[in-house]
């Protein structure tokens, strides 16, 4: 007897109110379609049973569902009737002030770090001998000339010469500094929440200083060690809004948690101006509530509909409500 055929997966889910509710139960496929679902940010984890005994919960995950409120829509429809043939013409929505749904969001962690300072690494240097790529301390930071910034680095070999406590303290993680001076008064938002990250990483900033943090939009200083998760590595920083003052040196510092160091993703965004929309990519025509046809692109503004001859009463013309 294979004890897999009697195994059952439970599978639970938590809007924004993030209270778990079993949705689907008894399933014998390791997979769940689950609709229909009203846009907004899902929460969803996983149990199996066996013999009536339910299992631990899987890792949490998080996925956002986008409705049709998200995505403006076109307009001034007019239809035109011509013996058994509809001429359809619209307006493209527009989408001057749109900010399209992101395309990849942040993802929250899902497990509660447990700190023990007992299992912190010691980092020695010395016994990573390899290829250094600038940036060690804010005398030879990399300079960020640009936004948005991307950069795959690696911990492994720097020296370890800052720390910050936000919360952990006596992490003895090497360190690499990043420096960034703008024109203007704006804001940036950093993180290492990117699959390029493979391990525990700590962010913060300097304003002017090493040593001197700086502050976001909201008052708290420059500080995160864990805030987002990517498919490897749970505890990866995030910080939004920190204040960039005209012509200020900032030192954006990647550090990491309890002597850890390793491989990093730094993204580095201004937060304004938005981007530029994203072009329209077709239209969906609807005849009586079904979809009879579609047009691509964003100056397709129109559809001919054909054959509208009524089926029951061969010749005769039919009349239909388009949306
Ligand atoms: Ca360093
Ligand atoms: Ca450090
Ligand atoms: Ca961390």
């Known amino acids: 007897m294979n004890p897999i055929e009697d195994i059952r997966f439970h599978v639970y889910r938590a809007g924004a109110d993030a209270v778990f509710s079993m949705v689907a139960t008894e399933l014998e496929e390791e997979f769940y379609y689950d609709e229909p679902l009203v846009a907004g940010d899902y929460h969803y984890y996983v149990t199996q049973t066996y013999e009536g005994v339910e299992s631990d919960t899987s890792n949490n995950v998080m996925v956002s569902v986008y409705g049709a409120e998200d995505f403006p829509a076109p307009t001034d429809l007019t239809a035109e009737g011509n013996d058994y043939d509809v001429m359809l013409e619209w307006m493209a929505p527009d989408l001057t002030d749109w900010n399209p749904p992101a395309v990849m969001p942040i993802i929250p962690i899902s497990d509660e770090k447990i700190d023990d300072p007992a299992n912190y690494i010691e980092y020695d240097p010395s016994e990573h001998p390899t290829t250094r790529q600038g940036g060690d301390t804010d005398v030879d930071a990399t300079v960020i000339d640009a936004l948005p910034y991307s950069m795959m680095g690696t911990t492994v070999g720097y020296t370890d010469d ?20 703008s024109t203007v008064d704006t804001a940036i938002i950093i993180n290492t929440c990117g699959e390029g990250s493979l ?31 990517n498919s490897v590595q749970n505890y990866l920083s995030y910080i939004e809004g920190v204040v960039i003052n005209a012509n200020t040196t900032y030192y954006i510092v990647v550090d990491g948690y309890g002597g850890e160091s390793r491989d990093y993703e730094l993204s580095v965004e201004g937060m304004e101006p938005p981007p530029p929309p994203p072009p329209i990519a077709g239209y969906t025509i609807y005849r009586d509530g079904e979809e009879v046809g579609i047009s691509i692109g964003q100056d397709a503004t129109y559809y001919e509909d054909t054959d509208l001859e009524d089926p029951e009463n061969p010749g005769a013309p039919v009349t239909h409500v388009y949306e």
């Open 199 to 229: 391990y525990d990483t700590k962010l913060y900033v300097y304003e002017g200083a090493m040593g001197t943090l700086a502050t976001t939009l909201t008052g708290d200083v420059a500080c995160n060690d864990d805030f987002c998760e």
């Open 162 to 181: 800052y720390d910050e406590e936000c919360p952990y303290a006596g992490s003895t993680s090497p360190d690499v500094v990043y420096s960034f001076t």
